[in-house]
């Protein structure tokens, strides 16, 4: 066979295997920000995925409020201080969101989910009057910032960006993908799963929907350039002598964990933070509440599930919600108007 005939067929062999090289997906794990995080990104190295890492633990470093290190932990402990551009901003977002959730999120609580043993592990049940004290110090209404991002605590409040934190950080990986050139990714960040992009071949990424009240999936939303963020009882819980049940998500209200019929909350929309924080603040409202600030908002897709088991999605997520086959609950579509 003539060399030129040879010739072709090879570059064209080696030109294939170069593009599938391209667009061979990665893959990182690692435990940051009290969770397992992982990256699955089609096109990016390895550097690109080590530096999704780093990136994640510096976001801890400055957010922890375990670390005593961090910003936020030497602001508790002082009562004041400056804040990084970056957490200053964070915070604003944050206590924005407060104040739209009218205050089911609260970034003050935290002297009250650190009462019932959840920051450190070691469960227990605090008196009400324990609780009625302690809630004295919850509003983040108090909270005073800067444009310099100088912050200003009252007496006794503390802050905890723990409902918002993983959020964030979905955003801001999803931000340096992007800028590393990557066009395809999908990360999961302890439930918190964001998509950059679709995948490789165009379709959406395709997420589980946890069942609240098993081991399996309630069913798979369709998702692209988009957070699909879990806030639910199950996630971190203890039971007590008298096989009480208590979880991490506080009633702002009433300090004791919000317990509004509701089992479980997923909230899908284009960013991670908001996404994140309107999980744990829907979650504290209740099934009518949440369906009412849905339906003033729009902005996000929402995935309910009620005590008496019933599924409730919204007519926009209904329609890229494939449900499981052996789907338990009653599916029903939350009505728009
Ligand atoms: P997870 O971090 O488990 O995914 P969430 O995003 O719902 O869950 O955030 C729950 C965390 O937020 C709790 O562990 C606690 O630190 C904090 N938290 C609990 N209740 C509230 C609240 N009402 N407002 C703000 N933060 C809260
Ligand atoms: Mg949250």
Known sequence: ??????????????????????????????????????VRAVGADEETLAGCRSLAEELEAKL????????????????????????????????????????????????VVRAWGFTAGAYRVPTSEELTQLLQAVDYRGVEITGEGSVLLPPGVELDLGSVA?????????AYLREKGVKSAILDLGGNVQALGGKADGSPWRVGIRDPDGDGMLGV????????????????????????????????????PARNGLLSVTVVGPEGLRCDALSTALFIMGQEKAEAFWRADRGFELALVTEDGVLRLTPGLYTRFEPAKDLRCTLEVIPDA
């Not at 040879?6 to 990665?26: I, N, Q, T």
């Not at 961090?70 to 944050?94: D, F, H, K, Q, V």
């Not at 993983?166 to 999803?174: I, N, Q, V």
Request: charged share 25%.
């Open 64 to 111: 922890s409020v375990t670390d005593a290190d961090s910003e936020i932990a030497a602001l508790n402990a002082a009562g004041r201080g400056i804040l990084s551009p970056e957490t200053a901003e964070l915070l604003r977002r944050a206590l924005a969101l407060c104040g739209e959730t009218e205050g089911a999120l609260d970034v003050t609580v935290y002297p």
């Open 221 to 256: 939303v369709s998702i692209r350039d988009e957070a699909a963020v879990t806030s639910g009882g199950y996630e971190r819980f203890f039971t007590d002598a008298e096989g009480r049940v208590w979880w991490h998500i506080i009633d702002p209200e009433t300090g004791y």
């Open 1 to 38: 066979m003539p060399r030129g005939k040879l010739m072709l067929p090879a570059l064209l062999l080696c030109l294939l295997l170069c593009a599938c090289g391209k667009a061979a997906e990665r893959s990182v794990g690692f435990f940051a920000m009290d969770t397992y995080m992982s």
């Open 166 to 174: 993983k959020g964030y950080a979905g955003d801001r990986l999803c």
